[in-house]
């Protein structure tokens, strides 16, 4: 077969031309020309002389913070190579996310509860500590917010309400003494 670039007679082979991805029909250029052209197509882009800002603010908190790994997570696709949206608002607004998939919840009614609320239980502050969205196993739906603490408490006991009574009066009992 003749190269449809530089015109040299080869042998139709796998070694000297270059299939499609189909994989059904070869190309016109022999394996040299084809390597040639694709390496002029690719355009170097030379990067923009961009400065780097030394702190941001975020997108969602607006707090300002140092530009760096340690506070932003990398994104390949950003300008600077860093996201715009902080570690932590990152993984709430991930979390709200799986939460709005999964159990059908507004993702920012919640994001502003899991910030702002407090648990339904012990009355603990988003700002004084982690809260969850308590939810069922059995039917799958979100039931309230708590704090960690309560939630992981609550998954101890199995969700058995006869279980947390128990655990109540033990409790209760073992003050009086």
């Not at 407090?118 to 739906?141: F, I, K, M, N, P």
């Not at 058995?160 to 209760?172: F, G, N, S």
Request: with cysteine.
């Amino acid at each position: 077969m003749r190269c449809g670039t530089c015109g040299q007679d080869k042998e139709l082979s796998p070694t000297n031309f270059v299939k499609y991805k189909s994989g059904r029909f070869w190309t016109r250029r022999c394996k040299s020309c084809q390597y040639k052209h694709k390496n002029s197509m690719q355009v170097k882009k030379e990067p923009p002389n961009y400065i780097k800002p030394e702190t941001i603010a975020c997108k969602l908190c607006g707090i300002t913070k140092p530009y760096t790994e340690d506070y932003f997570y990398k994104n390949g696709g950003m300008r600077w190579g860093l996201n715009y949206v902080c570690k932590p608002c990152e993984k709430t607004r991930q979390r709200t996310y799986q939460l709005a998939v999964k159990y059908g919840v507004d993702p920012d009614k919640t994001r502003t509860l899991l910030v702002l609320g407090s648990c339904r239980v012990c009355g603990a502050r988003g700002t004084e500590t982690r809260l969850v969205v308590d939810h069922c196993h059995a039917r799958e739906y979100a039931r309230a917010i708590l704090c960690n603490s309560c939630n992981i408490a609550l998954g101890l006991l199995r969700e058995d309400e006869k279980r947390i009574r128990a655990l109540a009066d033990y409790v209760a009992g073992w003050h009086k003494v």
